[in-house]
């Protein structure tokens, strides 16, 4: 496999952030196929910030440990990077204070405070002079990159970028050699995992979102306010995340489609809201890009640990939907059938991300508009021969899913409390109707169940090894597959309600299951044990705030 891994280092303010998605659109452009992976502290300024891509010329799941080309404007990377001899570091290595003799590696001097200064150029264009050497290195055409900045910045800075970028190609005297098959890659697409759910919400019909910001899941927030007036959604950034699912919920219940978003530390505010969406049987779909907590914890690194407390949250029991999706497509059309599956079967449904899906950058061939579905369920149309008459809106049509009427429906009073109540929205604390009510909206899990997409087996079905996994490990697993094919994996794109009987047909037909998750109980291996009895002994788990990397997939099957 021909691959280069590009990471390009900085303080946190010095645009790292923007410039990696935007060589990525340049590589793209250029016919390679690129990966892009952020890291950043929760510093406004300072810190440590770097941005990782992968090229190559074929699909790139994953990231890797290794760096091959480290561009880097701060003295902190010859302290957090392993560089080795094989790593060509470029750097204004005087301007660093940093003796390069020093370095055991391939070493690019480029004075680029001194070459600005004598071009009279600010020190604000840097990056974009450094990034059009590494163009030239990589033998990109000027004119793509030239391009790429006039529809990426603003047109006020557009002359003094391309000037910079201008200088770094002129300065740069050599190409590195490297025999990758370039293609015609039009007809993909390069997103983060947060805007593939800010597009489906919107190709979904979603019309109203609302939510206060909270890293990783901000962006969907940031997308969606940017296009809201394009396609007719209100968008709310609300006080706090209580106002957040209290106004979604306000909104589904008024006829919109409704969905909000946050973390972890957000979602444990949204718990009351998710109870009172369960017992009123409002549809909203709660997207949760996790994060290491509790509390606080880490905001912008990696964890898949809310899984049990999604599962499990708010009081008592009712039924829910959970999804898992493992890479930007599953993500997609995740999104579309959380809504649906909300509107039908009129519950709270989950979409679960975390901060390496959320944020990292992926290519992959156009999703299918066509694919999607609009299902607003059993909504009641009115009855004008019965206009002031009250309606049973918790009565049951099918499979335990009773009929919607909007506000307004001419026939459709009813009261919707937050108590238990009878058919018609009255609250009730009579034995009877409280177990009728309950076994109603329990039934709906059996057909739910054959509604979710269910646990799928990638690789040779006869291999010695099964790592079972969720969400975003999914990545990891695909990345190492192409060096390693001793194993195979099972991936599960939704955990509840989900095909038990069939899961665990499943998993017993694996030589050896290894649980591989991004926290520190296994969490998923919990939950197969609870509905299956299959207890995962062997656990690869991996909790210090990162991703799962290639190479650690490659060392643990080695050992």
Known sequence: MNLISLKIAAPAG?????????????????????????????????????????????????????????????????????????????????KLKVDKEKINAKIIDIPLSKILKENNLKDIVKN????GYVAKLLKIDYKIFEDVIKE???????????????????????????????????????????????????????NFYSTYPMTPASTVLHFLAKYAKDYGIIVKHTEDEIAGVTMAIGAAYAGARAMTGTSGGGFSLMVEGLGLAAITETPILFFISQRPGPATGMPTWQEQAD????????????????????DITELFYAVNEALNIAEKYQIPTFVLSDKYLSESL?????????????????????DKDKPLEFFPRYKEV??????????????????????????????????????????????????????????????????????????????????????NKDFNFIHFPAIY?????????????????????????????????????????????????????TEEILEYLGE
């Open 14 to 94: 010095f645009g790292v952030m923007s410039m990696g998605p935007m060589f990525a659109k340049v590589l793209k452009r250029s016919g390679f196929y690129v990966m892009g992976y952020p890291e950043y502290p929760s510093l406004i300024r300072g810190g440590y910030n770097s941005y990782q891509l992968l090229i190559s010329d074929e699909p790139v799941y994953n990231p890797y440990i290794k760096t091959d080309i480290l561009l880097t404007f701060t003295k902190l990377s010859f302290e957090k990077e392993k560089i080795e001899e094989n790593v060509t570091v470029i750097a204004d290595f005087e």
């Open 128 to 131: 974009t002079l450094a990034l």
């Open 152 to 206: 990426t910045m603003p047109e006020k800075h557009h002359e003094i970028n391309l000037s910079a970028l201008k200088i770094g190609y002129d300065i740069c005297k050599n190409t590195f050699n490297f025999n990758f098959e370039k293609k015609d890659y039009q007809n993909h697409i390069i997103v983060t995992g947060n805007e593939s759910t800010a597009l489906s919400a919107i190709a979904s019909g979603v």
């Open 307 to 326: 899984l049990k407390f999604v599962l499990n949250a708010s009081q008592d029991e009712f039924v829910r939907a959970v999804f898992t999706p493992g």
């Open 362 to 382: 992926f290519m992959d061939t156009e999703f299918n508009l066509n694919a999607l579905k609009i299902d607003r369920g059993y909504v009641f149309e009115g």
């Open 398 to 483: 099918k499979d335990g899913i009773p009929q919607r009427a909007f506000p307004g429906t001419i026939g459709g009073i009813h009261k919707t409390p937050s108590n238990e109540h009878d058919e018609y929205g009255f609250v009730s604390d009579d034995a009877k109707v409280r177990k009728l009510m309950q076994d109603r909206r329990f039934k709906k899990l059996n057909s739910l169940a054959n509604d979710m997409p269910q646990p799928k087996l990638y690789g040779d079905q006869t291999a010695e090894t099964t790592f079972v996994c969720w969400g975003s490990t999914k990545t990891v697993l695909l990345e190492a597959m192409k060096y």
């Open 497 to 549: 309600p989900i095909n038990w009987d069939e899961t665990k047909a499943l998993l017993q037909s694996a030589n050896k299951l290894v649980l591989i998750e991004n926290n520190f109980l296994g969490q998923l291996g919990q939950v197969i044990a609870e509905n299956t009895g299959i207890i995962i002994e062997d656990k690869f788990l991996k909790y210090d705030g990162r991703p799962f990397f």
